[in-house]
Structures are given as structure tokens and as C-alpha cells.
């Protein structure tokens, strides 16, 4: 079993392909390890405010709430993705999960070091503010079954088989919506025989039925 105050090759993540390894290497030291279980809060250490996170392992919920308690989730984050601290969104383990973490102040001074990593984290917040804006169409002109199926086709992408390992709940969150009204959704589709219904996650039998829905769509 690895030692899980190992830190990893930094190459594994997309983030820091291309870069140079001799960077990488020298750049592991500035990382830390940690674990977080089911229903976690991303909580780091105080000596270290405003962190980057990686995931390695495990999902990551990115949400926002309200005064009234209410939460939007904006994403689930998987194995390789990356967010932070200063975003001010909640992060919370919805699986047991592994992350690796470097303190903002080391980022810049690697950013200093190496001005091409400046250029990755423009992609990145390129691609973040990507999806921010597809979750503002969403709200703003589609209804919530055409939401739900989006959400879905987002979580699938680099998947390989067709489980979503999201309850309802989480579904209502990501979608912008209350659980009643996913429940309604879902219970519809599954007497069409598009998805599967079971407890924690949802099978999607007839995936295609989903993307037709929402292909005409403005995207
Ligand atoms: C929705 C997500 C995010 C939001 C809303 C956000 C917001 C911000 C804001 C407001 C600042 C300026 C802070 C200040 O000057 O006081 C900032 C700076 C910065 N952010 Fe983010 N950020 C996000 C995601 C990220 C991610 C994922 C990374 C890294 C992978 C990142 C890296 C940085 C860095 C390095 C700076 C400092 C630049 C500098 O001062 O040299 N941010 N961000």
C-alpha cells in the first residue's frame, strides 16, 4: 500500500502537462496529502489560508447557499480536477476522498518560477468561467428536465459506463431545482425505460433519448 503522506508525480494531473519536469520535481515539496471522509468538509489547515486544491481521489461537491440554508451545487469535481480556497464556494466530500494542496503563496511563487504555469491557470479559469456561463443559460432559459439532462451528459463525460453515483438530492442541487420535482422527472423517465432508478444512483438505460432532448437546444 502507497504511504499516504506520498506525495505523487504532479504530472498525473492535466493541469501540469507539458511542463518542465524538472520543475514538477522540484515543486512536489511545496504539497501536502489529505483525506476527507463521506459528507466532508474541505477543511485546510489555518496555517495554510487559501489553498489550492487537487483531487486524486474520490468527488468533490463545489456549492454555493443561501441565507436560508438553500444549495446550488456548480460541480462535482473528480479525480484530476482542480479548484480553490478563494472561490468561496463550499467544497464537501460526497465519496471518500484524497486530495493534494499547495498554499496560494507557494502557487505564485511557482507561477514567478515559471510563467508558462500562469498561462495553465489561464486555460483553466478559461474553462471555469466556461461553465459558469453554461450554468447561467441553463437557469435562465431551460426547464428543469432539460437542466437535469444536462447535468447528466456533464457527468458522464469521460466516463465509461452509464451509473451516476448522485442521489436526488445532489441532482436537485446541480440542477437548480428541489428534490420533488427531480423525483417527478426521474420517475418519468424511468417509466420510458431511459434510466434506471436505485438508491444513492441512477443508471442511464437509453442515454440517447437524453442527448435528443437537448441537442436542439441553443448550446
Ligand atoms: C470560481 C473559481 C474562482 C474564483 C471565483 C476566483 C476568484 C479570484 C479572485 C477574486 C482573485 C483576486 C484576489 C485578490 O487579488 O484579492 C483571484 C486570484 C487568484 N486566483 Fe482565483 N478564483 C477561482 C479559481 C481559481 C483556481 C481554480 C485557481 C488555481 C488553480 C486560482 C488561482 C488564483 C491565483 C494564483 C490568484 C492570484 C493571482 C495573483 O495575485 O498573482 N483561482 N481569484
Redesign the pocket.
Known sequence: MSNPKTIPDLDRFA?FHGLPPAFLQTWKRNFSRMSFAKRQRLVFPSSCSDV?FFVLSGKVKIAYTSEDGKEFAIAILSAGE???E????LATAIEKTEVLYVS?AD??AM?DECPELARH?VR??GK?LRL?NDLIVDLAFRETSSRLARVFRRTMQGKNDNAIYLTHEELASLSGSTRQTINEILRHWEQQGIVALHRGYVVLLLPERLWEKISHEYS
Open positions: 493541469f489550492i482542480v479548484y480553490s478563494h472561490s468561496l464556494a496560494m502557487f505564485k507561477m491557470l483553466l479559469l471555469i459558469t
